[in-house]
């Protein structure tokens, strides 16, 4: 992959999560992506076929893309870098963030009174 080509797959994923994590779609295609992304349909489709390559996402027999569980926890490490600084990624929304103690420990252990998983703790 060519230096803007892993910069826009970075982006991809941080969109693929935030939309999956906010329950806007698990799925999604390249003219979907464009909505948040600069750059071109064919650029966007061109990396989406390498990150299926690469295992990062899943393609349906109707052309739309999910993320694999590889995806999932790539597209959750780069969205919490990519924010961690702006202080938003702190549980908000009602929802476990990555690296949220629910997530590595169990809710038990949780000190945010969210939902999980649909429910409250």
Same mark, same amino acid.
Request: proline residues 3%.
């Given at each position: 992959?060519? #230096?803007? /080509?892993? !910069?826009?797959? %970075?982006?991809?994923? /941080?969109?693929?999560?935030?939309? !999956? $994590?906010?329950?806007?779609?698990?799925?999604?295609?390249?003219? /979907?992506?464009?909505? =948040?992304? #600069?750059? +071109? @349909? *064919?650029s966007?489709?061109?990396?989406?076929?390498?990150?299926?390559?690469?295992? =990062?996402? @899943?393609? %349906?027999?109707?052309? /739309? =893309?999910?993320l +694999?569980?590889?995806?999932?926890? *790539?597209?959750?490490? @780069?969205?919490? *870098?990519? =924010?961690? %600084?702006?202080?938003?990624?702190?549980? $908000?929304?009602?929802?476990?963030? #990555? $690296?949220?103690?629910? *997530?590595?420990?169990?809710?038990?252990?949780?000190?945010h !009174?969210?939902?999980?998983?649909?429910?409250?703790?």
């Amino acid at each position: 992959m060519t #230096p803007e /080509q892993l !910069r826009l797959r %970075d982006e991809i994923l /941080q969109v693929m999560y935030w939309l !999956r $994590g906010e329950g806007l779609g698990e799925q999604t295609n390249a003219s /979907q992506l464009g909505t =948040f992304l #600069p750059d +071109s @349909r *064919e650029s966007i489709d061109a990396v989406l076929q390498l990150m299926k390559v690469d295992g =990062f996402v @899943r393609q %349906d027999p109707d052309e /739309q =893309f999910s993320l +694999s569980d590889l995806g999932i926890t *790539e597209g959750g490490r @780069r969205f919490a *870098e990519e =924010f961690a %600084d702006a202080g938003i990624n702190a549980g $908000g929304h009602g929802t476990c963030a #990555p $690296g949220c103690d629910c *997530e590595l420990h169990g809710h038990e252990c949780c000190e945010h !009174r969210h939902e999980h998983n649909g429910a409250v703790h």
